[in-house]
T-cell receptor, first 114, second 118 residues
Framework: DAGVIQSPRHEVTEMGQEVTLRCKPI?????LFWYRQTMMRGLELLIY????????DSGMPEDRFSAKMPNASFSTLKIQPSEPRDSAVYFC????????????FGPGTRLLVL | AQKVTQAQTEISVVEKEDVTLDCVYE???????LFWYKQPPSGELVFLIR??????QNEISGRYSWNFQKSTSSFNFTITASQVVDSAVYFC???????????????FGSGTQLTVLP
């Protein structure tokens, strides 16, 4: 089975532009997570979904960030407008509802905002 | 609140040496899950192992082994006969699981950069 798929793998944009990151979770997984990784803050959870419904978005930094999951196989994380401090690696992960709850990560999107 | 501490920021060893990466966790819950992930230079996060709080058996997988000790709240990772390809950042993480009322998020340690020199 294919792993978590993310696109694009790299994104370079200018401050003020809209950025959309995409994620396809592993088929059958009912939890989807968005994480951000920076040198300063390490790996931090932004938001997670259960059965396409956002459950906890307390990690979303500010209103410029939004995430959607229109169906079980697709999610987006949007930043509008983007700022240089948003530069980071954004990971999507998915898991199956089970006791162990292992999260499997996608390859990440490396975002650079100039 | 839960916390994961990886006190070793960087470790450098010569190939074929054994190396142990330390992980100390904090949680008040009795049910929890511990994980190790590997992040090679290419950047992806690769799942290595999961352990639940009720299973203190050590585990061995090839050159990798894990030592889980609830008495010291530690979940250490040992690589035997290290190889250059083991060079990566290794993250320890904690999840409280469904039994907890809190978010089902992974709490990550800050990671240990392992460099294996030829």
């Amino acid at each position: 089975d294919a792993g978590v798929i993310q696109s694009p793998r790299h994104e370079v944009t200018e401050m003020g532009q809209e950025v959309t990151l995409r994620c396809k979770p592993i088929s059958g997984h009912d939890y989807l997570f968005w994480y951000r990784q920076t040198m300063m803050r390490g790996l931090e959870l932004l938001i997670y979904f259960n059965n396409n419904v956002p459950i906890d978005d307390s990690g979303m930094p500010e209103d410029r960030f939004s995430a959607k999951m229109p169906n079980a196989s697709f999610s987006t994380l949007k930043i509008q407008p983007s700022e240089p401090r948003d530069s980071a690696v954004y990971f999507c992960a998915s898991s199956f509802f089970a006791g162990e709850e292992t999260q499997y990560f996608g390859p990440g999107t490396r975002l650079l905002v100039l | 609140a839960q916390k994961v501490t990886q006190a070793q920021t960087e470790i450098s060893v010569v190939e074929k040496e054994d190396v142990t990466l330390d992980c100390v966790y904090e949680t008040r819950d009795t049910t929890y899950y511990l994980f190790w992930y590997k992040q090679p230079p290419s950047g992806e996060l690769v799942f290595l192992i999961r352990r639940n709080s009720f299973d203190e058996q050590n585990e061995i997988s090839g050159r990798y082994s894990w030592n889980f000790q609830k008495s010291t709240s530690s979940f250490n990772f040992t690589i035997t006969a290290s190889q250059v390809v083991d060079s990566a950042v290794y993250f320890c993480a904690l999840n409280l699981g469904f039994s907890s009322g809190s978010a089902r998020q992974l709490t990550f340690g800050s990671g240990t950069q392992l460099t294996v020199l030829p």
